[in-house]
């Protein structure tokens, strides 16, 4: 069983930060790509960025600039530093880290979600 504990959400001023974490626990040999996705009211889910192994990465095109993802191997942790946050940032944050597991092959697995709330 993996199980992928997200932190660092709240509430924010716009032009302020956030930065957010997700480790990833369990019985895993090694992790593929994580990421982290965000869902607003109303809205569809959608990427923020993702990170691969070897350190590279794709954000989305609104957030390119201001956000920054990064990961640790040894911790299976990913981070999303977030800067000069907008309203329109306010979204549930969502983790996913594609995993090898044993006797389950690789799989994708997600986080509950934690809430980043952009308001004066």
């Known amino acids: 069983q993996v199980q992928l504990v997200e932190s660092g959400g709240g509430l924010v001023q716009p032009g302020g930060s956030l930065t957010l974490s997700c480790a990833a626990s369990?019985?895993?040999?090694?992790?593929?790509?994580m990421g982290w996705y965000r869902q607003a009211p109303g809205k569809q889910r959608e990427l923020v960025a993702i990170?691969?192994?070897?350190?590279?990465?794709n954000y989305a095109d609104s957030v390119k600039g201001r956000f920054t993802i990064s990961r640790d191997n040894a911790k299976n942790t990913v981070y999303l530093q977030m800067n000069n946050l907008k309203p329109e940032d306010t979204a549930r944050y969502y983790c996913?880290?594609?995993?090898?597991?044993?006797?389950?092959?690789?799989?994708?697995?997600w986080g509950q979600g934690t809430q980043v709330t952009v308001s004066s």
């Open positions: 996913t880290v594609q995993a090898l597991v044993p006797g389950k092959g690789v799989e994708d697995y």
């Open positions: 369990g019985r895993i040999f090694i992790t593929y790509a």
């Open positions: 990170i691969i192994r070897d350190g590279s990465t």
